[in-house]
C-alpha cells in the first residue's frame, strides 16, 4: 500500500457549488453511469468494481483518511467518551475573546479564543429545540470518530455572557436584505454582539448551552472533492469513489442517519510543517433525529433532496403511489433528541442529500467492512458516546441509546444475512487457523444453527480435505507444506443464509503455517 | 490481418489517443510541477479499470458526451440563479436603489408579453402599478392601478383602477350552447373600463367590498383576415350590441370567504365569491343589466397532501331594460380560466354554470402535477337549466408554486374541438 504523507506543496483552496453538486450528482453524473458500459455489463454480471485501497487481506491501511479504532479493536468507554478531543472544549473558567460573529441564518454563532489560546466556532441550538444540535453534534461526532474517520473535536460547553470580550479586530457577517448580496461582512461592535446574544438568548440566562467545536490545526484548503482525486495532493492515489473507507462510510452514515453528506461537510487540513493532507468530515449536527436548525423529518435517509426516480414516479403514477416517508406522522417523543424513528429504515435504502458517488458503488464487501465496524459498538460503548450529549433529560438521552442500538441491530441483520460474515483470521499455534463469525460473535446468527464448509485447495485449485464441522478453528494438515501455498474456503452455513467463500491464503513456514492473505468472493 | 476500414480505423486512432492522453497529462503535469528541491511526489493516479474496459466504455462516452455537455449548460445555469443571483441583480436592475419603483417583464398564453411597471409609497402613501401587455400588436392591454392597503388611507383597503383594452382577433361563435366551430368570425374589441374598489376586512376569512365602474365599449370590425367579421354576417338587429358604443355605469356589491389551510398550496378548506352588480346604460341603449357571479371552491386532502378541489360556479348577466344584453356582455366559457379546452368566448349566453375537479399530487417540493376535468354551458334562462349539451374538456399539467401560490403553470387541456396549451409566468418578483 502507498504511503500518503508524502510532502506536497500546498494545494489551491476548493469551494465548490452545492448547487452544481446537487445537479451533478443527481443527474449527470446517473446519466454518465448508464452509459458506462463495462460497468453495466459487471453489475449485471454481479462483478462491480471493487475498492481499490485494499491490501490482500481486503483491509485499508491507517492513512490520512482512515485509522483503524473500534473495528479492530474495541476502545475504552473513556476513549469512546474522549473522541477526537484533546482540550476537552473550551476553557470556561476565563473569558471567551469573540473574534468572529455571525448572525446570518437561523442560528447565530460566533468564532471565540479561549483563555488557553484555543479557537472554537460557538453555535447556539435552534429555537424552541434546546439541546438538538449540539448535542446531536456531540455524539455523531464521537461515533463517527471512533468508526475510523477525522473530525474536529466537538463538544457541548457553556457560555456566560458576563465572560465574553469582543476582540477589536473582531468581524461579523449579516443579512442585508439585499438579495443581490445577502451577506455583509463588517468590525463587530459591541452593540452587534449584545443584538447577536438577544437572539440566542432572548431570556438573558446567565449560562447558555452551546456547541463547540474547536478550529483544526493546520491551513484549510477546501472540501474534498467526492467525485476523482484532488489533482493537486499528489498522495491522492485513488479515486474517492473507489476508496473502501468512502464506500463504507454509507453503512455508518446510514447508522447515524448523517444524511447532510455533502462536498461542504468534508474539509482537507494541510500541516504546514509535514506538508501533506489530512481528509476530515466536518459537521454532525444534522443527523440523527436532528435537520440541524430544525428536527429532522421522516424524508431524511429515504430520499435525496432532489430525488428524481421519487419525483418521476410520482409523476407517472399522478401521486397515486405514496412513498413510506409521506405517511409517517411526524412524532416528536424527545424534542432535544428531534425526530427519531427506525419503522422506516431499510438499511439498504437509506440516501444521503444526494447521490455520492463513493455510495452508488458500494458492493458487498464493502457493506461488509462497513457493518463490521457499525456492529462493533456494544451497547456499553453507544451508551457511553451519547453522555457526551449532555442531554438533561435521561429518558431522551435513552431514547437515543435505543435508536441507535436499534439501528446498528438492523443494519447487522441485513447486511450479514447477505455476505460471508467470516472474519479475523489467526493462526493460534503454528497449525490452527482460528476465525470469528461475526454474525454469531454479536448476536445476529445462533451459533447452534451454523456449520463451517471448510475445503482446503492446493494453488491449482485441486481439493486437499474438504468438511463441515461446528468449530471456528481449522487444524491444518502438515503433509501440505509441499505446496508454495493453499487456500482454504470457507463458508457459514446456515438455514435461509447463503454466502460465497472466503479464501484464506496460508503459506507454509519452518515453523507452521502463516496467513498470507485473505479474498472475499462476495 | 485484415486492415481497418476508414470509420473504424479512425475511432481506434481516437479511442488510443484519449486513452493515452490523461496519462500523458499526468505526466506533463508531474514535469512541469517537478522541483528536486522540494521533492514534490510523482503524480500517480490508480485507474479502477484495465485500459481495455476504458476501450469497451468509449462509444458510450461519446454517446454521453453531448448530454454531458447539455447538462453542464444546464448546471451553470441554475447556479447562476441560485448561487450567483443572476435574477436578483437582474430585478435589481431593474428597480430604483430605493427598492421603490422598477420594472418587471410579464408573460402568458393569455394576454402574450408585456412589462409592470411599479411605484410603491407614492401619493397619498399608495401604491402605483402599470402593466401593459402586447399580444401581437395592434392587441394592447393597459392597466393602471393605485392602491392603499389596509388601514394606508382607509379603514380597508382601496383601489383605483385605469384598464385600455384593444382586442382586434375576438372570436364569436353565436349565442347558445350548439353553436359550431366552424361558425367562427372576429370582431374588434375596445375598452375603457374606470374602477374604484373598497375592500374591508372583517376577519381572515370574510371580506367584503363594494366597486364603482365606468365601462366604455366599442366594437368593430374584426381583423383576422382568415374568418369573416361578425359585421359582415349578424346586424344589430340579429345581435344586441352590435352597432353602437356601449357606455356603462356599474355599482357591484362582493363578498368573499376564504378559509384555506395554505393559501399557496391548499389541502383543506372553501373558497367562495359571490358578486351582484348593476350595470347601468348611460348613453341611449338600454342595455342596463345585473350581473350575479358566483363561485365556491371546496379543497379536500384525499391522502397525503393529495387533494381534489371541486369548484362550481354559475355567472348571470340579466336584462333589466327591453334591449337585451350587448353580445360582448354575456357570459362565456371557455379561456383560460373556464373549460380550457375551448378558446376564449366559445360559448355565449346570458347565464353559465360551470363545474371543475381537480386533483393535484406533489412531485417535488415546489413542483406539483394536476389533472382536471370541467364541464360547462350556457344557457338562456335559469329555466332552461338541462344536463343536455354541457361541454367538458380535461387535461392536466405542471405547477411550480411557493407559500404565495403558483409562480408558474403549464398545462395542456383537450377538448372535443382541440388540444390547447397554456401558460402562465408569474415572475414571482
Known amino acids: ?522 | 490481418m485484415k486492415r481497418l476500414s476508414g470509420w473504424n480505423a479512425r475511432l481506434m486512432w481516437l479511442s488510443l489517443v484519449l486513452t493515452v492522453w490523461p496519462s500523458t497529462l499526468s505526466l506533463a503535469h508531474e514535469s512541469t510541477k517537478s522541483d528536486s528541491s522540494r521533492a514534490v511526489p510523482r503524480r500517480r493516479i490508480i485507474a479502477h479499470r484495465s485500459t481495455g474496459e476504458e476501450v469497451a466504455a468509449f462509444p458510450g462516452m461519446l454517446v454521453y458526451l453531448p448530454i454531458h455537455g447539455a447538462f453542464l449548460a444546464l448546471e451553470y445555469g441554475v447556479s447562476a440563479i441560485w448561487e450567483d443571483r443572476i435574477f436578483d441583480r437582474y430585478k435589481a436592475w431593474l428597480t430604483t436603489t430605493d427598492g421603490r419603483a422598477g420594472v418587471r417583464p410579464l408573460a402568458n398564453s393569455t394576454s402574450g408579453a408585456g412589462i409592470r411597471f411599479f411605484h410603491r409609497d407614492m401619493m397619498l402613501k399608495g401604491d402605483a402599478r402599470l402593466l401593459a401587455r402586447w399580444g401581437g400588436w395592434p392587441r394592447q392591454d393597459y392597466l393602471f392601478t393605485l392602491s392603499w392597503p389596509d388601514g394606508r388611507l382607509v379603514p380597508g383597503s382601496l383601489t383605483f383602477a385605469g384598464q385600455y383594452r384593444n382586442r382586434p382577433k375576438e372570436l364569436f361563435y353565436g349565442i347558445g350552447p350548439n353553436v359550431l366551430k366552424s361558425s367562427a368570425n372576429d370582431f374588434l374589441q375596445e375598452d375603457i373600463l374606470v374602477q374604484f374598489i373598497y375592500r374591508q376586512r372583517s376577519s381572515r376569512v370574510v371580506a367584503v367590498g363594494v366597486d364603482a365602474n365606468y365601462h366604455s365599449v366599442d366594437i368593430r370590425s374584426g381583423q383576422n383576415p382568415a374568418l369573416p367579421n361578425t359585421d359582415s354576417l349578424f346586424t344589430e338587429k340579429t345581435l344586441t350590441g352590435l352597432a353602437n358604443r356601449g357606455d356603462f355605469a356599474e355599482g357591484a356589491v362582493f363578498l368573499r370567504v376564504q378559509f384555506l389551510d395554505h393559501p399557496g398550496y391548499p389541502t383543506r378548506g372553501n373558497l367562495s365569491f359571490f358578486r351582484l352588480g348593476y350595470n347601468r346604460s348611460v348613453d341611449d341603449d338600454a342595455f342596463s343589466n345585473l350581473r350575479l357571479t358566483a363561485i365556491s371552491e371546496q379543497f379536500l386532502e384525499l391522502f397525503y397532501d393529495r387533494v381534489v378541489s371541486l369548484r362550481l360556479g354559475t355567472d348571470w348577466t340579466v336584462p333589466v331594460g327591453d334591449s337585451g344584453v350587448p353580445f360582448y356582455g354575456l357570459a362565456s366559457i371557455g379561456g383560460e380560466e373556464l373549460l380550457r379546452g375551448f378558446p376564449r368566448g366559445r360559448f355565449r349566453d346570458r347565464g353559465v354554470v360551470f363545474a371543475t375537479a381537480t386533483y393535484k399530487f406533489p412531485i417535488w417540493r415546489v413542483l406539483n402535477g394536476f389533472i382536471f376535468y370541467e364541464t360547462g354551458r350556457p344557457f338562456h334562462h335559469p329555466r332552461d337549466f338541462s344536463f343536455r349539451d354541457w361541454k367538458d374538456s380535461l387535461g392536466g399539467g405542471l405547477r411550480v408554486w411557493d407559500q404565495n401560490g403558483p409562480v408558474f403553470e403549464v398545462l395542456v387541456a383537450r377538448s372535443s374541438e382541440q388540444l390547447r396549451l397554456i401558460f402562465n409566468f408569474n415572475t414571482g418578483f
Request: proline content about 7%; some cysteine.
Open chain 1, 1 to 522: 500500500m502507498e504511503t500518503d504523507t508524502q510532502a506536497i506543496p500546498l494545494p489551491t483552496a476548493r469551494d465548490p457549488k452545492l448547487v452544481l453538486e446537487i445537479l451533478d450528482k443527481s443527474f449527470d453524473y446517473q446519466i454518465k453511469q448508464a452509459f458506462d458500459l463495462p460497468r453495466g455489463a459487471r453489475k449485471a454480471a454481479g462483478k462491480p468494481y471493487e475498492a481499490l485501497n485494499v491490501d490482500a487481506f481486503g483491509e485499508v491501511s491507517n492513512s490520512t483518511w482512515f485509522t483503524h479504532r473500534n473495528g479492530r479493536a474495541p476502545m475504552s468507554l473513556d476513549a469512546i467518551r474522549r473522541g477526537p478531543s484533546r482540550m476537552g472544549g473550551p476553557d470556561t473558567s476565563g473569558v471567551w475573546t469573540v473574534v468572529k460573529g455571525k448572525s446570518a441564518g437561523v442560528t447565530p454563532g460566533f468564532t471565540i479564543m479561549d483563555a488557553k489560546g484555543q479557537r472554537y466556532l460557538i453555535k447556539f441550538d435552534p429555537p424552541g429545540y434546546p439541546e438538538l444540535a449540539s448535542g446531536t453534534e456531540a455524539v455523531a461526532s464521537r461515533l463517527c470518530y471512533a468508526a475510523g474517520y477525522h473530525v474536529p473535536e466537538y463538544s457541548v460547553s457553556y457560555l456566560r455572557p458576563d465572560r465574553l470580550v469582543l476582540s477589536p479586530q473582531a468581524t461579523i457577517t449579516m443579512e442585508t436584505g439585499d438579495k443581490r448580496a445577502p451577506i455583509s461582512k463588517r468590525q463587530m461592535t459591541e452593540a452587534d454582539l449584545a443584538a447577536l446574544l438577544k437572539k440566542a438568548n432572548p431570556t438573558g440566562q446567565p449560562r447558555v448551552r452551546v456547541g463547540a467545536s474547536r478550529f483544526l490545526d493546520g491551513t484549510d484548503v477546501g472540501p474534498w472533492p467526492y467525485l476523482g482525486v484532488r489533482m493537486d495532493d499528489a498522495n491522492d492515489f485513488y479515486s474517492h469513489e473507489h476508496r473502501r473507507e468512502l464506500r463504507g462510510l454509507y453503512i455508518i452514515s446510514s447508522w447515524l442517519n448523517h444524511a447532510d453528506m455533502k462536498e461542504e461537510n468534508t474539509l482537507d487540513m494541510y500541516d504546514p510543517e509535514k506538508r501533506y493532507l489530512t481528509h476530515y468530515l466536518i459537521d454532525f449536527g444534522a443527523s440523527m433525529g436532528s435537520s440541524s436548525t430544525t428536527p429532522s423529518t421522516p424524508r431524511r435517509g429515504q430520499a435525496n433532496s432532489f430525488d428524481a426516480k421519487h419525483s418521476f414516479v410520482r409523476l407517472i403514477t399522478l401521486g397515486l403511489y405514496v412513498y413510506g416517508y409521506e405517511k409517517a406522522p411526524l412524532t416528536l417523543r424527545y424534542p432535544s433528541v428531534g425526530y427519531l424513528e427506525n419503522d422506516l429504515f431499510k438499511p439498504n435504502r437509506w440516501k444521503p442529500m444526494y447521490p455520492m458517488p463513493a455510495f452508488e458503488n458500494l458492493t458487498r464487501r464493502d457493506a461488509f467492512w462497513g457493518t463490521n465496524i457499525v456492529t462493533s459498538f456494544t451497547d456499553e460503548q453507544i451508551e457511553a458516546a451519547v453522555t457526551t450529549g449532555a442531554f438533561s433529560d435521561p429518558q431522551a438521552a435513552a431514547y437515543l441509546v435505543k435508536f441507535l442500538k436499534e439501528r446498528r441491530d438492523r443494519i447487522g441483520r441485513y447486511w450479514f444475512a447477505r455476505v460471508n460474515t467470516l472474519d479475523r483470521f489467526e493462526m493460534l499455534d503454528g497449525s490452527t487457523l482460528r476465525f470469528t463469525d461475526l454474525a454469531v460473535s454479536r448476536g445476529y446468527a445462533d451459533a447452534r444453527g451454523t456449520r463451517y464448509q471448510v475445503e482446503a485447495l492446493t494453488p491449482a485449485g485441486a481439493t486437499l480435505c474438504k468438511d463441515t464441522q461446528d468449530e471456528t478453528t481449522v487444524r491444518l494438515d502438515p503433509a501440505w507444506n509441499t505446496h508454495p501455498h493453499v487456500v482454504l474456503s470457507l463458508v457459514p452455513q446456515r438455514q435461509r443464509y447463503k454466502a460465497r467463500p472466503v479464501l484464506v491464503y496460508l503459506k507454509p513456514q519452518p515453523n507452521g503455517w502463516r496467513v498470507i492473505g485473505v479474498r472475499r468472493t462476495d
